[in-house]
């Protein structure tokens, strides 16, 4: 059976995700009802800026230069659409960019 990860917007009338750990979250965050927006997909556009309270990989060289331009005073701050491979229960607040 296959390990389940549980996805939270504390916060928010939004009810939590189950999904299958190592899932790419921007895929599971459309197709189902949560509080985060995407646009480019890519890690340009900031639509997606969101604070993950959870122990996740660390953003990519590219990811860090937009956060720190976005977002450099939230140390936990992520673009949703570059988490793709989430290992363990995380919160998730949106952001303003």
């Known amino acids: 059976m296959a390990e389940l990860c549980k996805i939270s917007f504390p916060g928010s009338d939004f009810v939590p995700i189950i999904l299958e750990c190592h899932q790419s979250l921007s895929e599971h965050l459309t197709i189902q009802n949560s509080?985060?927006?995407?646009?480019?997909?890519?890690?340009i556009c900031g639509t997606c800026l969101v604070e993950v309270i959870g122990d996740i990989p660390p953003p990519q060289p590219e990811e860090q230069e937009m956060l720190e331009t976005l977002a450099a005073n939230y140390p936990n701050a992520r673009l949703a659409c570059q988490i793709d491979d989430v290992t363990v229960n995380?919160?998730?607040r949106r952001l303003k960019g």
């Open 35 to 43: 509080p985060v927006l995407f646009a480019c997909r890519t890690g």
């Open 90 to 92: 995380i919160e998730i």
